[in-house]
């Protein structure tokens, strides 16, 4: 009968992990949920008081009603945060282990992510500036997350590609969650687009990505998931 101890021997001769020996994704997650953590307060920090000496006569509530484009930038890209953090954590719900590729695609992600505070600024402080000021400001606030989204679906296809989904996920939910994602890069590369028509229409975008992750998104997973199944039930019954 074969003892543990020369099992562990015999696998760490052999080259080839144990499970127990895969590495984990757990520590990437909690690094991953510090960043986001710190990014959605980095974006208070730019909501301004106004101070009373810097009022000159003018009433607070006015002077509260002119910083619009700051209240406006911070609700988009705190919820941009929230909508990458969501997704970012179902993803790795569905990661079981590890790999060095993975890692640095993650970290990729995150420093996309973490300039967010950055390109926020710009474009609350340009909001109200000339239309060529205003469009380099929306030009960099869609390509940040454009790169960032096309980060977010690599880390997904690579964790497919090579094996460190769990196994019991069902290949159908697999293929609906990565079209689902593919939405973000295509959806931030068409705000980008858009700006060139118009830096307002280009921004409209963040709020219809906003809405379809908050709402059809999880349904469109569903319907996928169960339309990919139909349709490989129905191949395999016409197969016999």
Wanted: proline share 5%; net charge positive; with cysteine.
């Amino acid at each position: 009968m074969t003892t543990p101890v020369l099992v562990s021997e015999r696998t760490k001769w052999s080259g080839v992990a144990s499970p127990s020996e895969e590495p984990s994704p757990a520590r990437i997650e909690a690094f991953s949920d510090g960043v986001f953590s710190i990014i959605a307060t980095l974006l208070v920090l730019d909501l301004r008081v106004p101070r009373e000496a810097m009022l000159h006569g003018q009433p607070l509530l006015t002077a509260l009603a002119e910083q619009w484009p700051i209240y406006l930038a911070y609700l988009a890209s705190f919820l941009q945060v929230g909508v990458v953090w969501a997704n970012h954590h179902t993803m790795f719900h569905h990661i079981r282990r590890s790999d060095h590729v993975l890692l640095v695609l993650n970290l990729l992600l995150l420093m996309c992510i973490a300039v967010l505070p950055f390109t926020t600024a710009i474009l609350s402080e340009y909001a109200r500036s000339s239309l060529s000021d205003l469009r380099v400001a929306a030009f960099t606030y869609s390509a940040v997350l454009g790169i960032a989204g096309v980060f977010f679906v690599l880390i997904w296809r690579h964790a497919d590609k090579h094996g460190l989904i769990q196994p019991h996920t069902d290949k159908h939910q697999i293929a609906a969650l990565g079209l689902h994602w593919l939405f973000v890069p295509l959806f931030y590369g068409a705000a980008f687009l858009l700006v060139f028509v118009s830096p307002y229409l280009g921004m409209s975008v963040y709020f219809l990505l906003l809405f379809y992750y908050a709402l059809p998104g999880p349904v469109f997973i569903r319907w996928m998931t169960r339309r990919r199944t139909r349709l490989a039930a129905q191949a395999s019954t016409a197969g016999r």
